[in-house]
């Protein structure tokens, strides 16, 4: 199984919508998580859960190279722990949608802030898909996404 060097971090900064703790490992949140009444998104914006006990929210996280490689599969067995879910109900099936995240955060530079977004289409049928996506801030210096990003 392919292993992956770079995993979504939590920044934890409130002014960013970001309540996960600095370091935690984050990964797209699930029909059954919620924000816990810390923060409002616009219907297109999703989140992410850190993948501990508190599966706490956040808007965006940063990419990070992490010391031991992971699988999709210990991604998988991480988040299922953190639900308290099953191990036995992992297949190979939704193995791919954790190997998708971590294939679209591995492909991104370092210190690189992403977002996770709904894409929604009409034509030729109407289907919303989550896309995991570099995220832009425009509004801060270099030396403040240095700061935010990079610590």
């Not at 370091?23 to 993948?51: E, P």
Request: with cysteine.
């Amino acid at each position: 199984m392919k292993t992956y060097e770079k995993m979504l971090i939590a920044i934890q900064d409130e002014e960013f919508n970001c309540f996960a703790s600095k370091g935690s490992w984050l990964y797209i949140a699930n029909k059954k998580d919620t924000k816990k009444g810390l923060f409002r998104l616009r219907n297109s914006i999703h989140f992410f859960v850190s993948l501990d006990a508190q599966r706490m929210p956040s808007e965006f996280g940063v990419v990070k190279k992490i010391e031991v490689p992971i699988t999709a599969k210990e991604l998988a067995e991480l988040d299922y722990k953190s639900r308290k879910k099953d191990l036995s109900l992992l297949t190979e099936e939704l193995l791919k949608d954790y190997e998708w995240f971590l294939d679209k955060v591995n492909s991104q530079p370092k210190h690189t802030p992403m977002a996770v977004t709904w894409l929604e289409r009409i034509f030729p049928k109407k289907e919303k898909e989550l896309r995991v996506h570099k995220k832009f801030f425009s509004g801060l210096s270099k030396e403040e996404k240095k700061e935010l990003f990079e610590n």
